[in-house]
């Protein structure tokens, strides 16, 4: 088997050898006391805040085999490799992983968003435009235009990324976006309720079970989860729990967006219902918090959705001291957030949102796994994916630091240099 040894790493964010659950803030702290100790200021705990969740190594090596992680330690007892990379001191993190988008789309909303910049309110009906546009696109249209968006990804070190259905809104439109989706990812979400269509705008039990009838039958053969944009103007607590259960019973998993556009009872609901993730959480009362605390639901923070509707920005703080597992997303979509890029979502959850550059890497990586239920990737340890990034910086902090650079140097993807 092929071998590559990534040597001089000067900072690696490794997500393990921290406590069983560090960035809930349990366990011991794991502040570094070692001589370079102050290079780990972002790392230092504060209150309630665990050690260094990102496991941090100075001046190591990762050695890859195949598409897996076989060895990780200092240079100075490195294995042989077929090939050997130097990483001159620079920083390696593991890939992102991107828990939440809506790749399979035609059309765009810039006229949207321009007119939002100047002074128009978000609401979820200017979904349905877009469903108007992909409905139109043929198969290749839309497949050449999802390639396109993960290569983007591909080069801001995405090697993992959830897709979701939910533009085409008709049984043959959404199996159509998810068999697309399935080509090229195995987290594939059906979310044929994002939103009622304009053909039901009178009768949305009657869409809905249209959802959970023939359109889950054609879609869940494609999907590993199922979604439900639970919101005012989209669809009621009652009916995504409908909608969820449906899709449970037939072996989906449950994910949830809610209280994006207000405070409402989808969290509770996802809670209930053991989601491994509820996304968006703009409006979160406390009893959403402590809720979350208490479970194993993993909340996901999309700042890119604040920063493009101009909405309050969630106070990731609040949610880490709190014990909640939190995990960032793009949720790359033609109306609400049209960024890919994870390194922009990590300096806007740095400067907006209250977490250290630390913990926003680690959410963007480790917590995005968490958030898809994965434990091979979001980590560099032996066994895991060989999906890494060597970043044109010394540490990671200059993923915030410095925002809007393109500071991805190479990226491995499943051991294989993509980038
Ligand atoms: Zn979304």
């Not at 050997?84 to 001191?89: K, M, S």
């Not at 809104?169 to 990812?185: F, G, H, K, N, P």
């Not at 700042?303 to 969630?314: A, D, H, I, K, L």
Request: aromatic share 6%; hydrophobic share 40%; net charge negative.
């Amino acid at each position: 088997m092929n071998t590559t040894l990534i040597t001089g790493i000067g900072e690696l964010t490794t997500n393990v050898g921290s406590p069983a659950d560090p960035i809930r803030g349990r366990g011991p702290d794991l502040r570094s006391d070692s001589a370079d100790a102050s290079a780990d200021r972002d790392d230092v705990s504060g209150s309630g805040r665990a050690g260094d969740p990102c496991g941090t190594m100075r001046d190591a090596a990762v050695l890859v085999e195949g598409d897996r992680i076989a060895w990780v330690g200092s240079p100075h007892d490195a294995p042989d490799a077929d090939e050997v990379v130097d990483a001159e001191g620079r920083a390696v993190i593991p890939g992102f992983v991107d828990s939440h988008s809506h790749l399979v789309f035609g059309g765009d909303r810039a006229a949207e968003f321009e007119a939002r910049m100047a002074g128009q309110r978000y609401a979820a009906g200017g979904i349905r435009s877009t469903v108007a546009a992909t409905r139109a696109a043929t198969d290749d249209e839309l497949r050449a235009r999802l390639r396109g968006f993960l290569d983007e990804m591909l080069g801001q070190g995405t090697t993992t990324v959830e897709i979701k259905s939910g533009y085409g809104l008709s049984v043959a439109d959404e199996e159509r976006l998810v068999r697309l989706a399935a080509e090229v990812t195995p987290e594939v979400t059906f979310l044929g309720a994002h939103v009622v269509p304009a053909e039901y705008a009178d009768d949305s039990e009657g869409y809905v079970d249209l959802v959970c009838g023939d359109m889950l039958d054609a879609c869940a053969p494609y999907s590993r989860w199922i979604d439900v944009f639970c919101e005012t103007g989209a669809f009621t607590v009652a009916q995504s729990r409908r909608i969820l259960d449906a899709g449970i019973a037939r072996g989906l998993r449950p994910r949830l967006h809610a209280s994006q556009l207000g405070p409402g009872d989808g969290v509770r609901l996802a809670v209930e219902l053991g989601a491994a993730s509820v996304d968006h959480g703009t409006y979160l009362t406390d009893a959403d918090v402590a809720a979350l605390a208490a479970s194993d639901t993993v909340l996901t923070l999309l700042p890119g959705v604040e920063f493009s509707t101009r909405q309050p920005y969630p106070d990731a703080r609040r949610l880490i001291d709190a014990g909640v597992t939190v995990a960032l997303a793009c949720d790359t979509n033609p109306g609400s957030s049209f960024t890919s890029s994870m390194p922009f979502c990590v300096a806007l959850a740095v400067r907006d949102m209250g977490m250290t550059p630390a913990e926003a890497v680690w959410s963007a990586t480790a917590g995005g796994a968490r958030a898809l239920r994965r434990d091979d990737v979001g980590i560099i340890a032996p066994g895991a994916r060989a999906d890494l990034v060597l970043l044109k910086a010394p540490t990671r902090i200059h993923l915030a630091y410095r925002p809007g650079v393109p500071l991805v140097d190479r990226v491995w993807k499943d051991g294989i240099a993509v980038r």
